[in-house]
């Protein structure tokens, strides 16, 4: 686990829900989304207290919206067809062979403003080179917060570093920016790799130790106890067994009561199932010890393989690494000076290591 502190400034978002479709916020007012307004129609304050949003317009929605001619009066039909009747997959048919039906019921914004959105819009979109290479923690960077990929981003000034996706699309309302500097979130990565290849490339046995106790620190404490209490329980449950038949044998040739060994049954079964129990939960802790120091000691192969390294790369990385996560304390907003950031890196077999 890395922290990072932040030193920009700047004061959290702080929203509150007025009685309205509409959210108050330092910033503004957030519409909420049909989805939203719904639940809102149905809220009881008095029953379900204050009223907070859990979902936010996404951008897909929205952009279909802003291309919706529905707004400026139009009726649109013919988009899709069905190939077969047979199926119920649908095709899309070219923008050019749609039925548009201007004029047929009152405009909510006017064509010209229409116009200048598709404009716009289409002057955003960006033309990606084929020469162009993924983004070295793609597929391994997310959130901590909401889950989502941390997205990498340059700003005008050439600042390159990395901001959650759903802050990005949605707004700061939806979640923490959790932006961090792409130098410092490589070198933060590159020396937790490092550290770890040295530990285990100098003392293995030690760190591979202090990582069993990091995992299952009370399960390795009690092996030897259990071990020695399970075969205790195993050679009681054999013995059950073997009074239970002479128990039989005995109600057969008629020395033991029927009421005698309907009690001593009673209690021989009563004791073999607390073995039972006891021995599989026994044999489940030791099995997890056992899944554990083999999942180290794989670990402990590959991490030796970079005791020595230049730079990160896409193959190293998803080797070592299931994801690494970015949270930031406490609050939202962007960073406030001191604000700190916790990085967590989850190697492959052993997870996060302290």
Known sequence: MIFWTASHSSGPIIASCAPSWEIHSDSGFLILSPKEYTRFRKHNPERDG?????????????????????????????????PSYRSKKREP????????????????????????????????????????????????????????????????????????????????????????????????????IRRNAKLFSEDAEKAAQRLMELKCADQQKQTTTMKRDLASAKKRLADLDVKLKRTYEDNMSGKLPDHIFTMFIADYDTERATLKANIAEMEKALEKVRDTKADIDRFAALIRKYTSFEKLDRFMLHELIDRITIYETPGMGRCRKGKEKRITIYYKFVGAIQ
């Open 50 to 82: 204050e009223f907070e949003c859990r979902h936010f317009w996404t951008r897909t929605y929205v952009q279909f919206m802003l291309k919706n001619e529905i707004y400026v009066g139009s009726m649109v039909q013919g988009r899709q067809y069905t």
């Open 93 to 192: 048919i070219p923008k050019e062979d749609w039925v548009v039906v201007p004029d047929m019921h009152e405009p909510i914004v006017s064509r010209e403003l229409f116009d200048e959105a598709q404009k716009r819009m289409g002057a955003r979109k960006k033309t990606i080179k084929a020469k162009d290479e993924p983004d070295l923690f793609a597929g391994l960077f997310f959130c901590e917060a909401c889950g989502t990929s941390m997205l990498p981003k340059v700003s005008q000034q050439k600042y390159f570093y990395y901001n959650c996706g759903r802050s990005h699309a949605i707004g700061q309302l939806a979640c923490s920016s959790h932006y961090i500097n792409r130098d410092t979130f490589h070198q933060a990565v590159l020396e937790d």
